[in-house]
T-cell receptor, first 114, second 115 residues
């Protein structure tokens, strides 16, 4: 079975600070990895995804994530956050043999203070 | 074009009532998913359709939960004899194909409160 763990439930930052959100997954085979974001009052939307190839993937709004297979990790980063990055962030995994289901982590609420 | 839409956006049900939640996926999207998101948690998979076929219902928590997609487009999630533990946001997502190498597009969810 696949599972996802997000280490931080809440993060509070000031604008221009750097952000890193941890995500570890448990699955023994090939995986597809995702970060979704939910801004206040909005739908879940895709931030970035990794299927194969370059383990450093870049997404929208200056976000990037690095897939480290040996650590079963897919951490999300942004060098300099803005107030508009206030949102809840979810890491998700789809294992090759797990069919079509996404397994999500518990989410990290990020508050960026202006 | 329009995204995934869900209705109603909010539903309050008394314990024991039946509810029906509707999902309109993006036009032409083959795959449709239902997830349940409890307060403070990430979404949890309930069931998956490819066209009208329900290919995976392993996440449905009990036989009170039933989902259908009879014509391969709109889907309905039905919960019979609702219980307080059914209170959650129910999310629908759609994807263009049956393959996994595409993202899922999520709707706004239906917040169900069982009193």
């Amino acid at each position: 079975a696949q599972s996802v763990s997000q280490h931080n439930h809440h993060v509070i930052l000031s604008e221009a600070a750097s952000l890193e959100l941890g995500c570890n997954y448990s699955y023994g085979g090939t995986v597809n990895l995702f970060w979704y974001v939910q801004y206040p009052g909005q739908h879940l939307q895709l931030l970035l995804k990794y299927f194969s190839g370059d383990p450093l993937v870049k997404g929208i709004k200056g976000f990037e994530a690095e897939f480290i297979k040996s650590k079963f990790s897919f951490n999300l980063r942004k060098p300099s956050v803005q107030w508009s990055d206030t949102a809840e962030y979810f890491c998700a995994v789809n294992g090759e043999a797990a069919g079509n289901k996404l397994t999500f982590g518990g989410g990290t609420r990020v508050l960026v203070k202006p | 074009g329009a995204g995934v839409s869900q209705s109603p956006r909010y539903k309050v049900a008394k314990r024991g009532q039946d509810v029906a939640l509707r999902c309109d996926p993006i036009s032409g999207h083959v795959s449709l998913f239902w997830y349940q998101q409890a307060l403070g948690q990430g979404p949890e998979f309930l069931t998956y359709f490819q066209n009208e076929a329900q290919l995976d219902k392993s996440g449905l928590p009990s036989d009170r939960f039933f989902a259908e997609r009879p014509e391969g487009s709109v889907s309905t999630l039905k919960i019979q004899r609702t219980q307080q533990e059914d209170s959650a946001v129910y999310l629908c997502a759609s994807r263009p194909t049956g393959g996994t190498l595409y993202e899922q597009y999520f709707g706004p969810g239906t917040r169900l409160t069982v009193t």
